[in-house]
């Protein structure tokens, strides 16, 4: 029973000190058709999704045991790029919807279990409606509209509802709404490979136009992950981000040294850390911008403890693809652990001067004893 025990504490030991980073693989590319508020125009959106952010949502769990848990599959943060593009194309929320609605409704439908991630989900180019609808709304949340998810319990079925500034101008039927806190939402159909003539913000499936829908808010919605899209309606280059740690093992409130170098080798890129305390949800720990060769440095003063996992991001712009460095762990010893360590150590030192002295005055007796 001894031997398994050395050799996980070996490995422990291996892993803190020599921390296995992954390199990155090829991105993911999907494109897509779309029509802004010049409806004579067609756009072809290509949107790049980093490998290891592809990886990062495939590692998450997939259960849910309740419809109101959907809306933790929404991930807005993921999309801005994308919906800064579609914004691009669009003069009123009215239009960007639809622009969305465009993109999901290009995707093949295929009843899907369990529930995905929007990433993943475009990534296999492939989904239903539950799948679509997580899709659009990420892609409108991320573009500032406020929108809720709609589930249709009888139907099976899933769409969203999309709160806009003025009553849908562009919908061919009479303009569908539910009542939810105080706003009105118009239903958007996620579903239907009709992109250019599918379902518009405001039109209603008439199998769903007297169906009562639960809704399902979006407070609960990712806030944040550990790197984003890449979108662009021309062709995007690869990009490269790296990524060091020094040191790798530290004290609680001191500095860790976060620096990299970027690829293109361009000044004034904007480059984003994230990081996972102890596995805990990503959040932005911090920025820099990359000097005139692309290196970048960020003194990052360290307030955690324990194993803490951290990655940089690029967003890309409209000649390259962004890029998502390898993630580096760090393990940070807490000041109660260095502060115990120098009680024990003093409190050792005590005894250790007690004892001497206490030996020192044992001998003074028996030598008074003696004489």
């Given at each position: 029973m001894k031997k398994p025990r050395i050799l996980f504490t070996v490995a422990l030991i291996f892993m803190v000190f020599f921390p296995i980073n992954f390199v990155n693989a090829d991105d993911y590319q999907v494109e897509f058709l779309l029509r802004g508020t010049n409806l004579d125009v067609t756009y072809d959106l290509k949107i790049v999704f980093p490998e290891n952010l592809f990886e990062y949502y495939a590692d998450k769990s997939h259960s849910i045991t309740s419809t109101n848990e959907f809306s933790g599959f929404v991930t807005p943060y993921v999309f801005e790029p994308v919906a800064n593009r579609v914004w691009e194309i669009n003069n009123n929320d009215e239009d960007f919807a639809n622009s969305v609605l465009m993109i999901v409704h290009q995707m093949n439908y295929e009843e899907t279990t369990p529930v995905k991630y929007p990433v993943e989900i475009m990534i296999d180019g492939k989904g239903d409606c539950d799948l679509f609808s997580i899709i659009a709304a990420s892609i409108m949340k991320a573009g500032g509209l406020d929108v809720i998810l709609l589930y249709y319990e009888e139907q099976t079925h899933m769409n969203i509802g999309v709160a806009l500034s003025s009553s849908p101008q562009d919908a061919r039927d009479s303009?569908?709404?539910?009542?939810?806190?105080?706003?009105?939402?118009?239903?958007?159909?996620?579903?239907?490979?009709?992109?250019?003539?599918?379902?518009?913000?405001?039109?209603?499936?008439p199998e769903l136009k007297d169906v009562n829908a639960e809704v399902i808010s979006l407070e609960n919605?990712?806030?944040?992950?550990?790197?984003?899209?890449?979108a662009s309606f021309a062709s995007l280059e690869a990009s490269i981000l790296s990524l060091d740690i020094t040191p790798v093992v530290s004290f609680q409130n001191t500095d860790l040294?976060?620096?990299?170098?970027?690829?293109?080798?361009?000044?004034?890129?904007?480059?984003?850390?994230?990081?996972?305390?102890?596995?805990?949800?990503?959040?932005?720990?911090?920025?820099?911008?990359?000097?005139p060769n692309g290196y970048f440095?960020?003194?990052?003063?360290?307030?955690?403890?324990?194993?803490?996992?951290?990655?940089?991001?690029?967003?890309?712009?409209?000649?390259?693809?962004?890029?998502?460095?390898?993630?580096?762990n760090v393990t940070?010893?807490?000041?109660?652990?260095?502060?115990?360590?120098?009680?024990?150590?003093?409190?050792?030192?005590?005894g250790i001067i007690l004892i001497v002295?206490?030996?020192?005055?044992?001998?003074?007796?028996?030598?008074?004893?003696y004489w």
């Open positions: 303009a569908y709404h539910v009542s939810y806190d105080n706003s009105q939402y118009y239903i958007a159909e996620c579903t239907g490979e009709n992109w250019i003539d599918g379902w518009r913000v405001g039109e209603c499936p919605s990712e806030q944040v992950a550990p790197g984003q899209t890449s040294n976060l620096r990299g170098q970027l690829s293109p080798s361009n000044e004034n890129h904007n480059i984003t850390f994230y990081a996972s305390i102890n596995n805990s949800p990503w959040t932005v720990i911090g920025s820099t911008s990359t000097k440095q960020y003194l990052l003063k360290n307030e955690f403890s324990g194993i803490i996992s951290i990655r940089a991001s690029w967003s890309g712009d409209n000649q390259y693809a962004g890029s998502v460095s390898a993630t580096k940070i010893i807490p000041l109660i652990a260095v502060e115990l360590t120098i009680l024990v150590i003093l409190l050792g030192v005590a002295i206490t030996k020192r005055s044992q001998n003074k007796e028996i030598q008074t004893e």
